[in-house]
């Protein structure tokens, strides 16, 4: 499980270019009241599409290399996760959930040239268009967008990245069980981040 997760951080990170929906639902297990994110085609065209704007920019300085720190004591209760002790990379977090704490969150943030827009210039590329995935979504009124190069949704993964301003974006990758909505799961995650950094933890 280890393995495939740290597999699904490496290829997030390559997709990101680095070297470095919304839900009112707070809880993770048995988030099946919406209809599961199945596979779909990427729409490509001639020309780059632009990015929704963030008009009301977070400053994340604060959590950008403590993230752990991005979900209050309150909202990991609430959301039933537990913070893991061991991490895959210094400014990545990972929680365990699950009656054997089998399923995992993972977030961490990057700072990206154009922010989210580089995920719209590469699915104008056609990245996404060799069994990968890119559909726009907002969260809490900031835009985002479910991608990766692979699409693992359908066995219980899905990605998030969600852009806050400048060029920086933080990514939610929940793996879960096959079935459930984790896309939906993802969401509720990253809405909390959002009201975190909001009143500043």
């Excluded at 959590?63 to 909202?75: A, G, N, R, V, Y």
């Excluded at 069980?177 to 799961?185: P, R, S, T, V």
């Amino acid at each position: 499980m280890r393995r495939r997760i740290q597999a699904v951080v490496v290829s997030t990170i390559a997709l990101l270019g680095l070297a470095a929906c919304s839900s009112g639902d707070t809880k993770l297990p048995g988030v099946t009241s919406g209809a599961p994110v199945g596979s779909t085609t990427s729409q490509t065209s001639e020309t780059t599409e632009v990015a929704p704007a963030v008009h009301e920019p977070l400053d994340a300085s604060q959590f950008i290399t403590t993230p752990c720190k991005s979900l209050t004591e309150q909202q990991t209760r609430d959301l039933t996760i537990t913070e893991r002790n061991e991490q895959a990379g210094p400014n990545d977090c990972t929680w365990e959930f699950g009656a054997n704490l089998e399923w995992t969150v993972q977030l961490f943030y990057a700072t990206v040239t154009g922010g989210l827009q580089n995920d719209y210039n590469k699915n104008s590329a056609g990245f996404y268009d060799h069994g990968g995935y890119f559909e726009p979504t907002s969260v809490s009124d900031y835009p985002a967008v479910f991608s990766n190069l692979s699409d693992f949704r359908a066995s219980g993964t899905c990605d998030l990245n969600v852009g806050i301003g400048g060029d920086t974006i933080f990514h939610v990758t929940v793996t879960g069980q096959a079935g459930e909505d984790n896309c939906k799961a993802a969401t509720t995650v990253a809405a909390n981040v959002i009201k975190t950094i909001r009143t500043g933890g």
